[in-house]
């Protein structure tokens, strides 16, 4: 199929899961403006969904053998699995945290993964939105550290630009989306109105998400 083709699909069946929005004047978390955005909690809340997505990608690296497929955190869980789970070897899931040391970005994986990632682990790692591949590249350097093999790179969508260490990267959609300064936004210029929702959801979702019992 025309990967053009194939892309609107996949950017339809975000649509659907209301996780890909199009056609707006939005406000991102960064304080910059663009007119399309994906919503990233609600990307693999249809279970149907998520597993056909999950099986293409599978499909894609399918000739390749793999031990384990990676997450780079618990968000990028329920896609991972589904790949693994369409994946002919029969992968095992595994994912890594995301955390900070000394002001610098870092991944790790917990302590009771670590053993399952050695000297010639064949590794696929799943991501869901893929931006700047930062993360993504920290975890690829993790799992060569261990010995493992990197097989591939598979993701729901990528910025057209990133570049993941030179692995094969296979990404359902591969898309960039414009941001603007405000000062130079062409849909501010035009007076439509500005789509505050997400950022501002994230701001009443935090508090809640953090609270946890207090031991007493
Ligand atoms: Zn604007």
């Known amino acids: 199929m025309d990967t053009e083709v194939r892309e609107k ?5 975000l649509k659907r899961t209301g996780a890909y929005h199009a056609n707006d004047h939005i406000l991102l978390p960064s304080g910059q403006h663009t007119s399309e955005y994906i919503e990233k909690t609600l990307v693999t809340t249809e279970p149907s969904f998520t597993e056909g997505l999950g099986a293409v990608i599978a499909k894609h690296f399918a000739q390749w053998p793999v031990d384990v497929v990676l997450s780079t955190g618990p968000g990028a869980l329920i896609l991972s699995h589904c790949v693994a789970r369409a994946h002919p ?10 955390g900070q040391a000394g002001g610098k970005r870092r991944v790790t994986l917990p302590v009771e993964y670590q053993r399952l990632l050695h000297q010639g682990t064949k590794a696929l790692l799943v991501e869901d939105l893929v931006s700047s591949g930062t993360t993504l590249n920290l975890l690829i350097d993790l799992v060569e550290q261990l010995g493992a093999q990197v097989v591939g790179v598979g993701c729901l969508w990528r910025r057209t630009s990133v570049d993941l260490n030179g692995k094969p990267t296979f990404s359902l959609v591969s898309r960039d989306f414009p941001t603007y300064d405000p000062e130079a936004c062409p849909l501010c210029r035009k007076g439509v109105p500005l789509n505050e929702e997400f950022v501002r959801r994230r701001h009443h979702r935090r508090p809640s998400s953090v609270q946890e019992p207090k031991a007493q």
């Open 9 to 13: 699909i996949h950017l339809e069946i």
């Open 89 to 98: 070897s029969r992968p095992i899931v595994v994912y890594g945290a995301k």
